[in-house]
């Protein structure tokens, strides 16, 4: 078999293994190492490979950010910043139509800002927006569709840990990253908004029959109530980001402030106990280790690719296919919104982002615009059925029988549909990612 | 836990390498809080008192590779490796055994990669041991790198033994009496 075959071969028996439930970083691994092998024809060699992807790929400064941000979003989720998100939120839209809604969405990407992880806004999100929901008449469906549809807005809006792995994996700039999800994410979310406020106007009994709006002016708070509880938040996106914007801190040195300034935040809110922070970090570790360790894996693969020359050869066949620009990217998106209904976000773009960049390279695509693309298809996948892990999070963190996954997942199809929406928006405006850089 | 129709000698066993595998995992933990506390040290030195501390980027991408190693079994153990289950659990409904056997045929496959990736790391070690390397530049700030090699080994002999008790764990469901997969 020449290379190439090799490559192939051993990228489908990868793909096929994944299905099947083979841990998806010893995937990677087995496919790079039996691929080396059978291209260089030395077992030796191929293990060296391994041993010096493991040593090398993630010892560097910039791996800092994985675990800081990971940490930071865990500690805000446990010090009750998402009630305040969500309070502060709810002041400001109490008086529109369907404002319970929408303040949901507004909680969501306020705290999105402060977290880069979609599954702790579900998580959080779940518990506090759901119940206040039902209270006031919405329907169960729209309520937890509500939060599965905003909970995405954690990975677009930075700091955002997708964005980390895609810079990593790319070499771009996690900083340039981070200022290009920030219109797409506030689109999304305006558009979230929008779809509510619409079907709250013209057919109400989509998202509850018996919505009461005057129940609403029991949530106005005192000037003194939103400036205590929107205080620590602005402060600490004004910390991280503005500190990475304004170029006082690196994203590593961020992620470090933001985690001292959240936990500053809760233990002066009396919010952090010490079971609480075990937990955090806890999953910090666990998190970090499973992310990395994926890292490593997606780095010997394309290093296999690449001996392989499969990535060369699909470029070259996308060049002379004649399906042209769009048509590369077109397929490409709709290959990773297919693969988000089984797979989760981070192993699409590990798998797929190194067998792409070849390709992109020699059509000249923005790797920062592309970046933003592929979250966002990517995170459709957190919503689509059979695999869905922010439907999954949701439903692990009710207390209530009578919703089914499958509700949640009904629940969360029209949003899954505004995010197909706004990333042909992005595909057709690239401006849209690129204006603030 | 299905336990039920584990020996008592693998529930001990396995009960005395998840001790080790959570003390690696405590170690790594208190590692993050070090890096976290680290860098906010340096910022707060090198804004206020104009005096930063040395040797930060190279510690903190040794910490890393550290951090990851020390906690990779244990993120196995509670199942936070990323896989996809969607396929397993239809197989798990109509013919449980199949299940078992898949699970027991992907533990070996790791298991033989795994040893793999742990033989390929020895000579790292060795070379890191012998030679002194070290990162960072003399004079400024220096740290040998052998600690780092040997936990990396460390991780991958923990991920070993955490591959064979779950193995272990499927083949005894697999061959129970029955075959009741309570």
Same mark, same amino acid.
């Given at each position: 078999?020449?290379?190439?075959?090799?490559?192939?071969?051993?990228?489908?028996?990868?793909?096929?293994?994944?299905?099947?439930?083979?841990?998806?970083?010893?995937?990677?691994?087995?496919?790079?190492?039996?691929?080396?092998?059978?291209?260089?024809?030395?077992?030796?060699?191929?293990?060296?490979?391994?041993?010096?992807?493991?040593?090398?790929?993630?010892?560097?400064?910039?791996?800092?950010?994985?675990?800081?941000?990971?940490?930071?979003?865990?500690?805000?989720?446990?010090?009750?910043?998402?009630?305040?998100?969500?309070?502060?939120?709810?002041?400001?839209?109490?008086?529109?139509?369907?404002?319970?809604?929408?303040?949901?969405?507004?909680?969501?990407?306020?705290?999105?800002?402060?977290?880069?992880?979609?599954?702790?806004?579900?998580?959080?999100?779940?518990?506090?927006?759901?119940?206040?929901?039902?209270?006031?008449?919405?329907?169960?469906?729209?309520?937890?569709?509500?939060?599965?549809?905003?909970?995405?807005?954690?990975?677009?809006?930075?700091?955002?840990?997708?964005?980390?792995?895609?810079?990593?994996?790319?070499?771009?700039?996690?900083?340039?990253?981070?200022?290009?999800?920030?219109?797409?994410?506030?689109?999304?979310?305006?558009?979230?908004?929008?779809?509510?406020?619409?079907?709250?106007?013209?057919?109400?009994?989509?998202?509850?029959?018996?919505?009461?709006?005057?129940?609403?002016?029991?949530?106005?708070?005192? #000037?003194?109530?939103?400036?205590?509880?929107?205080?620590?938040?602005?402060?600490?996106?004004?910390?991280?980001?503005?500190?990475?914007?304004?170029?006082?801190?690196?994203?590593?040195?961020?992620?470090? /402030?933001?985690?001292?300034?959240?936990?500053?935040?809760?233990?002066?809110?009396?919010?952090?106990?010490?079971?609480?922070?075990?937990?955090?970090?806890?999953?910090?570790?666990?998190?970090?280790?499973?992310?990395?360790?994926?890292?490593?894996?997606?780095?010997?693969?394309?290093?296999?690719?690449?001996?392989?020359?499969?990535?060369?050869?699909?470029?070259?066949?996308?060049? #002379?296919?004649? /399906?042209?620009?769009?048509?590369?990217?077109?397929?490409?998106?709709?290959?990773?919104?297919?693969?988000?209904?089984?797979?989760?976000?981070?192993?699409?773009?590990?798998?797929?982002?190194?067998?792409?960049?070849?390709?992109?390279?020699?059509?000249?695509?923005?790797?920062?615009?592309?970046?933003?693309?592929?979250?966002?298809?990517?995170?459709?996948?957190?919503?689509?059925?059979?695999?869905?892990?922010?439907?999954?999070?949701?439903?692990?963190?009710?207390?209530?029988?009578?919703? #089914?996954?499958?509700?949640?997942?009904?629940?969360?199809?029209?949003?899954?549909?505004?995010?197909?929406?706004?990333?042909?928006?992005?595909?057709?405006?690239?401006?849209?990612?690129?204006?603030?850089? | 836990?299905?336990?039920?129709?584990?020996?008592?000698?693998?529930?001990?066993?396995?009960?005395?390498?998840?001790?080790?595998?959570?003390l690696l995992n405590v170690l790594g933990t208190l590692l993050i809080v070090a890096?976290?506390?680290?860098?906010?040290?340096?910022?707060?030195?090198?804004?206020?008192?104009?005096?930063?501390?040395?040797?930060?980027?190279?510690?903190?991408?040794?910490?890393?590779?550290?951090?990851?190693?020390?906690?990779?079994?244990?993120?196995?153990?509670?199942?936070?490796?990323?896989?996809?289950?969607?396929?397993?659990?239809?197989?798990?409904?109509?013919?449980?055994?199949?299940?078992?056997?898949?699970?027991?045929?992907?533990?070996?496959?790791?298991?033989?990669?795994?040893?793999?990736?742990?033989?390929?790391?020895?000579?790292?070690?060795?070379?890191?041991?012998?030679?002194?390397?070290?990162?960072?530049?003399?004079?400024?700030?220096?740290?040998? /790198?052998?600690?780092?090699?040997?936990? /990396?080994?460390?991780?991958?002999?923990?991920?070993?033994?955490?591959?064979?008790?779950?193995?272990?764990?499927?083949?005894?469901?697999?061959?129970?009496?029955?075959? #009741?997969?309570?």
């Amino acid at each position: 078999m020449s290379p190439f075959e090799i490559g192939m071969a051993s990228f489908g028996t990868m793909v096929v293994m994944v299905y099947f439930g083979l841990w998806v970083p010893i995937a990677l691994m087995l496919s790079s190492f039996v691929g080396v092998w059978m291209i260089k024809g030395s077992p030796v060699l191929a293990g060296k490979l391994l041993a010096l992807a493991a040593s090398e790929t993630i010892s560097s400064y910039f791996f800092g950010v994985v675990p800081l941000f990971i940490m930071m979003g865990f500690i805000v989720s446990v010090t009750g910043m998402g009630r305040d998100a969500f309070d502060v939120a709810n002041h400001v839209f109490r008086r529109i139509r369907g404002g319970l809604g929408i303040g949901t969405v507004g909680a969501n990407a306020i705290f999105a800002a402060i977290t880069g992880i979609s599954i702790a806004s579900a998580a959080v999100f779940t518990r506090i927006a759901v119940p206040e929901m039902t209270r006031h008449g919405y329907n169960k469906r729209f309520a937890v569709g509500v939060v599965a549809g905003s909970s995405v807005l954690g990975m677009l809006i930075p700091p955002s840990l997708l964005l980390i792995l895609y810079g990593l994996l790319t070499e771009q700039s996690v900083g340039d990253l981070f200022i290009a999800g920030v219109i797409p994410g506030l689109l999304l979310a305006f558009v979230f908004c929008l779809s509510i406020f619409l079907v709250a106007l013209i057919k109400p009994s989509l998202i509850g029959d018996k919505i009461d709006l005057k129940a609403n002016d029991e949530d106005v708070l005192s #000037t003194r109530e939103v400036m205590s509880k929107g205080l620590p938040l602005t402060a600490l996106i004004g910390l991280v980001l503005g500190g990475i914007y304004g170029g006082f801190f690196t994203p590593i040195e961020a992620g470090a /402030i933001g985690c001292s300034g959240a936990i500053v935040i809760g233990l002066i809110r009396r919010a952090l106990s010490f079971s609480d922070f075990r937990e955090v970090l806890t999953d910090t570790g666990l998190v970090t280790a499973s992310i990395s360790f994926l890292i490593i894996a997606a780095q010997m693969y394309s290093r296999m690719l690449a001996l392989s020359g499969v990535p060369a050869g699909f470029g070259n066949f996308v060049a #002379t296919a004649e /399906i042209g620009y769009w048509g590369v990217i077109l397929a490409y998106v709709l290959l990773v919104i297919l693969m988000g209904t089984i797979l989760d976000s981070s192993s699409i773009m590990l798998i797929l982002v190194p067998l792409m960049l070849p390709v992109l390279a020699l059509m000249q695509v923005d790797l920062i615009w592309f970046g933003i693309v592929t979250i966002i298809a990517v995170e459709i996948g957190l919503l689509t059925p059979p695999f869905g892990i922010s439907v999954f999070v949701i439903k692990s963190s009710l207390d209530d029988p009578t919703i #089914t996954l499958g509700d949640i997942f009904i629940g969360a199809a029209p949003f899954a549909v505004l995010m197909l929406i706004v990333l042909g928006l992005v595909l057709a405006f690239p401006s849209l990612v690129t204006a603030l850089l | 836990m299905y336990d039920t129709h584990l020996p008592k000698w693998f529930l001990s066993f396995r009960s005395v390498v998840d001790m080790l595998t959570n003390l690696l995992n405590v170690l790594g933990t208190l590692l993050i809080v070090a890096v976290m506390l680290l860098v906010n040290a340096d910022v707060i030195g090198r804004v206020f008192f104009s005096a930063p501390i040395s040797g930060v980027p190279e510690i903190v991408s040794m910490s890393i590779v550290a951090i990851v190693f020390l906690q990779v079994a244990q993120a196995f153990r509670k199942g936070r490796l990323t896989r996809t289950e969607a396929v397993l659990d239809f197989f798990e409904k109509r013919t449980p055994r199949f299940r078992q056997v898949l699970e027991l045929m992907f533990s070996f496959a790791a298991i033989a990669l795994i040893w793999q990736l742990f033989w390929a790391s020895q000579p790292l070690f060795m070379k890191a041991w012998v030679r002194g390397t070290y990162e960072g530049t003399v004079g400024d700030f220096t740290a040998p /790198i052998w600690p780092v090699k040997l936990i /990396i080994l460390i991780g991958c002999a923990a991920l070993l033994v955490q591959l064979t008790l779950h193995a272990g764990t499927a083949a005894f469901r697999l061959f129970a009496k029955n075959g #009741t997969q309570t």
